[in-house]
């Protein structure tokens, strides 16, 4: 009988070791999501097309929509219509829509990822497949913000683009052409050289009554007819006769008045200003979101969160940044919307106040002032609220019934 080895056959050893099944990878418990699972949050919030069609109509929509008709009006007429571009446009856009419907809107956004499961029935489904609740909460928060932040860069470029290179030429204050940048001096040496100008525009406010110069109801130096018509907050004054050495030291005097308001004025926005700004709105878009996806995930629901959200911007928001209330100075300063207001970029008119100059000191010749707060304390309420309600959202979700 022949016997045939198996020359193939391994060497004899020992058996190799049995990995249990639970620790082999799976880190479906862990808190920190997969990118996986942020993708997944990503494309469920794509395909809600009122939801984009929302967003994209308040960050980029309307701002163009405003932008084009500027610009085709000046085109067709520019001598009715004024540029389509410039530092006033720029604030207007900015900081009188953008700012406030980009938080409006944000806050939609994360109100609806935040209920979203409840409300489609999928929570129960979600939990069952073992994953960490913590992580599915947290996985919405880049997933939203990174279609809220895109929105919200898009068409603050657009706006940008347009206000830099469609800006006027000459500054336009007080109804005169006035150089843009010059310095106290170089203002108070342009004032004495354009002093019938200078009288006849530029706002008044002092006793002495102004001289009586010819300008054509105010509208204009050397005009027909006697008789300069100029502001003052005491109403009318009988203009008086002077020299003309008289003459300009007057137009001084109200240059030097006019010199806080006039160095807020600018052709077009400077590329640092834009950068700061389009943080700030950014932030705030941010914050719209956390806030809006912790509350919705406490409620349970979205519509009512949405709501709230609502009227915190457009009614406690002004209310409570401008008007001090005795014994709640404290609570007003812990709300959001105020602290927002203390850390805006310097130089601009603050929202709420219909203009005036702003950056964290609040109002200005043309609004109230902010209600007082340090820069650091409303810091500190800018990240309290956002780990606040990213806390209670998660904690929510992790303690739900599913």
């Not at 990878?25 to 794509?46: A, K, V, Y």
């Not at 929509?65 to 540029?83: E, M, Q, T």
């Not at 720029?90 to 499961?117: E, K, N, P, Q, R």
């Not at 150089?179 to 342009?190: E, F, H, T, V």
């Amino acid at each position: 009988m022949t016997t045939i080895s198996d020359i193939g056959a391994p060497a004899p050893g020992p058996a190799p070791d049995t990995i249990p099944a639970a620790t082999r990878g799976d880190h479906r418990g862990s808190w920190i999501p997969t990118w996986g699972m942020i993708t997944t949050r990503f494309m469920e919030l794509r395909k809600r097309r009122g939801l984009i069609i929302a967003l994209i109509a308040v960050n980029i929509g309307i701002p163009v929509v405003f932008l084009a008709v500027r610009l085709i009006s000046h085109a067709v007429d520019p001598k009715s219509y004024g540029p389509a571009g410039g530092y006033t446009i720029f604030t207007t856009l900015v900081l009188g829509f953008m700012y406030i419907f980009g938080f409006i809107v944000a806050a939609v956004v994360g109100c609806t990822a935040g209920s979203v499961d409840l409300t489609e029935g999928m929570f129960r489904h979600l939990v069952i497949t073992g994953r960490s609740r913590l992580a599915l909460y947290l996985a919405r928060i880049p997933a939203g913000l990174a279609i809220v932040i895109a929105m919200v860069a898009v068409g603050y470029t657009i706006v940008c683009a347009v206000c830099v290179f469609a800006a006027p030429t000459q500054l336009n204050y007080d109804g005169i052409n006035v150089p843009q940048g010059l310095s106290r001096p170089a203002l108070d040496n342009w004032a004495a050289a354009h002093a019938d100008e200078v009288i006849c525009n530029f706002n008044y406010n002092g006793p002495n009554p102004p001289p009586n110069i010819p300008c054509g109801n105010g509208t204009s130096s050397g005009g027909p007819g006697p008789g300069a018509v100029v502001k003052t907050p005491q109403g009318t004054v009988i203009p008086v006769h002077v020299t003309q050495a008289q003459l300009r030291a007057f137009a001084v005097t109200m240059a030097n008045q006019a010199y806080s308001d006039y160095r807020s004025y600018f052709l077009a926005p400077s590329t640092s200003s834009m950068i700061d700004v389009g943080l700030w709105i950014a932030l705030e878009a941010a914050i719209g979101f956390t806030v809006g996806l912790g509350l919705a995930s406490l409620m349970g629901q979205r519509t009512v969160p949405v709501i709230l959200l609502v009227v915190l911007e457009l009614i406690l928001t002004p209310i409570f940044s401008r008007h001090v209330i005795a014994h709640l100075v404290n609570v007003e300063r812990g709300i959001v919307g105020v602290a927002m207001l203390h850390i805006e970029p310097g130089g601009l008119p603050t929202p709420f106040s219909g203009g005036g100059p702003g950056g964290g000191g609040g109002g200005g010749p043309g609004g109230l002032m902010l209600i007082p707060e340090s820069t650091l304390a409303a810091s500190l309420v800018i990240v309290g609220w956002i780990v606040f309600w990213t806390a209670i959202g998660a904690w929510r979700m992790m303690t739900r019934d599913a």
